[in-house]
């Protein structure tokens, strides 16, 4: 089988567990809390209870992508190693990291020039990302060529589709999606938006819809409407939430009970660091196989 590097950012938001059992590297965003720097290394420099109940209490958050130098510095031991490299991207509207890979990319390439490196751009986010860089450990697994997973991931990459849910404005507003004289009335009418993910990889607000139990029955016919074969999705589900556990556990109850030909059960994880410094907490996301996403 080719040996080669699959690779992604901290913020496709699963466990460390995972990357190390899929054989997947990565490489950290970093967030500033009141001024200090941390990496957004999933959880262990500071756990994510405490990350969340520090922004309810008013903590200043900020991010910062991944540099030119930083990418350099990571992908370099994997070349001297002999290693090719497939390294998938935060979606570039969201961040402009893409841009930082693709430089180092064509500095090492001058370095190491019998060495492939692609730098694919996913369009994705948290554990929506996370979703396409399982499938590609799949594919890796199942003996596919460095060409053949970053042909299929290009090709397929819109096929992951996001929804997502707040029930906490504070942080939209503070963020500026959404205006202070909105949030105040969607604060005061219990306005949940519903958004999710286009095919340009930007956040879209889709709908708004008055309390939690509402936008989470929404939130699973989104996943009926637009899955790969309906409610016969056979396929992996992934979560992630933001110090709101108990809302995800609902919606996942209800995908679960609504898809009975799931792979598996509904994994949900933690929104990260990164991501989350512009979410806030009160965030629940969900992520599936589906049709193409359109605009």
């Not at 059992?21 to 809390?33: D, G, T």
């Not at 008013?58 to 350099?72: L, M, P, R």
């Not at 994705?124 to 460095?146: H, N, Q, V």
């Amino acid at each position: 089988m080719e040996e080669y590097i699959l690779s992604c950012c901290s913020t496709a938001d699963m466990p460390k567990e995972f990357f190390e059992e899929r054989k997947i590297s990565y490489v950290c965003f970093h967030y500033f809390m009141d001024g200090v720097e941390y990496p957004d290394d999933l959880g262990q420099s500071m756990s994510f209870q405490q990350f969340y109940k520090k922004m309810q209490d008013g903590a200043d958050t900020k991010t910062s992508q991944i540099n030119v130098g930083e990418f350099v510095e990571y992908f370099r031991p994997f070349l001297e190693d002999g290693k090719d490299i497939l390294h998938v991207t935060l979606s570039s509207g969201i961040s402009g990291v893409l841009n930082s890979a693709r430089t180092a990319k064509e500095m090492l390439e001058e370095e190491y020039p019998d060495r492939k490196i692609y730098i694919i751009d996913s369009l994705a986010a948290s554990s929506g990302y996370g979703l396409l860089m399982d499938k590609l450990a799949d594919l890796r697994d199942e003996g596919k060529s460095i060409d053949e997973v970053a042909s299929w991931a290009e090709e397929h990459k819109l096929e992951v589709h996001h929804w997502f849910f707040t029930t906490d404005l504070t942080f939209f507003i503070k963020g500026g999606r959404i205006s202070k004289i909105s949030g105040w009335f969607g604060t005061a009418l219990d306005i949940c938006p519903l958004l999710n993910v286009s095919n340009e990889g930007k956040l879209i607000p889709r709908f708004k819809i008055r309390g939690k139990k509402k936008v989470s029955k929404e939130i699973v016919k989104k996943m009926e409407q637009f899955a790969v074969n309906g409610l016969e999705y056979a396929d992996k589900c992934f979560m992630s939430q933001s110090a709101c556990y108990e809302d995800a556990r609902k919606v996942a109850d209800m995908i679960e009970e609504r898809f009975p030909n799931l792979k598996g059960n509904v994994m949900i994880n933690d929104i990260g660091t990164t991501i989350g410094s512009h979410t806030g907490p009160g965030t629940v996301a969900l992520f599936f196989w589906g049709t193409k996403r359109e605009n």
